[in-house]
């Protein structure tokens, strides 16, 4: 175990209660999973042993059922280059790290609770940026939760979403196919689980859009989406105090919050320089090669939506 961050007393609750996870049998576990690794020739994962136990913690310690996430991991990772490939912590990113449209709040929701995200979508800039290179962005910023977010990886996470003045210009870019396929990473390959989608001031324009992309997700998440007219009534399920200042909470301003982010996204350059060397090989899969149609289905031709 000295190779883990130890654990707050609350998240060692949870993690035993809810997740299975026995401290004294974690390294035997965690070698059991790098003997599988070692014997499948057309997978090249990271080995270290915070990433391995966040899947772990994700599966409930069910060696079975980590192989399956982290095989579709690296595999969809694969498929959908537009979103994995050349993820790199350079200029743009940190571009898009600076508008604060995404931010992982300091506190989580209680003290052993899940990690709270907040997007605000008015900060994203539409003209000056590609929604693709946000979601890259974004798959970063969830792959580095994996490695150092204990909250998230033992008690999940709950998105929160700001659409109160979401542009045109940024609806106009919205790719179904890409938001689908997102979903099917979320559910069948991220090991951090998604407790709930918080979406609030969410303008009529945007709902169709939402629906029809919640439309397209597992069944699994779309149980999960949650609509409030306005904070006042997002604040019964969920109380401010856990937003940032600058929307009547108490969980950091937004300017620090970025900050720290900015620090830690750095301090991850040398990860995501080593992101090629991982992933799957299919001429050496044994068995059935595995390919789009089979991860994500028939998706049709659908790729943008028009916005009169």
């Excluded at 946000?134 to 994996?146: C, V």
């Excluded at 609509?227 to 108490?250: A, M, T």
Aim: hydrophobic share 40%; aromatic share 12%; net charge neutral.
């Amino acid at each position: 175990m000295s190779n883990l961050r130890p654990l707050s007393t609350e998240l060692r609750r949870v993690a035993a209660a809810e997740l299975n996870e026995v401290e004294e049998r974690v390294p035997a576990d965690l070698e059991a999973l790098r003997d599988w690794l070692a014997k499948q020739p057309y997978l090249k994962a990271r080995q270290d042993d915070q990433f391995l136990i966040g899947f772990l913690r994700g599966c409930k310690f069910s060696l079975e059922k980590t192989k399956s996430k982290l095989d579709h991991f690296y595999t969809i990772k694969t498929l959908v280059p537009e979103l994995f490939r050349n993820r790199v912590v350079d200029d743009m990113n940190l571009a898009i790290l600076r508008t604060g449209t995404y931010l992982r709040l300091p506190k989580p929701w209680g003290p052993g609770g899940p990690r709270i995200q907040l997007t605000n979508y008015a900060r994203f800039d539409a003209k000056k940026f590609k929604l693709v290179d946000f979601f890259r962005y974004w798959t970063m910023t969830m792959e580095q939760a994996i490695s150092e977010d204990d909250n998230s990886n033992i008690s999940g996470y709950i998105e929160i979403s700001d659409m109160a003045k979401v542009s045109l210009s940024f609806l106009a870019q919205v790719d179904l196919k890409l938001l689908k396929r997102m979903g099917i990473f979320l559910d069948k390959a991220h090991p951090s689980r998604l407790k709930g989608v918080y979406l609030i001031n969410c303008p009529k324009e945007g709902m169709g859009i939402i629906n029809l992309a919640k439309s397209l997700m597992p069944s699994k998440l779309q149980q999960r989406f949650f609509f409030f007219k306005n904070l006042e009534q997002f604040s019964e399920v969920i109380p401010l105090e856990y937003l940032p200042e600058e929307y009547g909470g108490s969980n950091g301003s937004i300017a620090d919050i970025q900050a720290e982010a900015e620090k830690q996204f750095v301090s991850f350059k040398e990860y995501f320089d080593k992101d090629s060397q991982f992933g799957v090989n299919e001429q050496l899969r044994p068995g059935q090669r595995v390919n789009e149609d089979s991860i994500f289905g028939v998706e049709g031709s659908f790729r943008k939506l028009d916005i009169d």
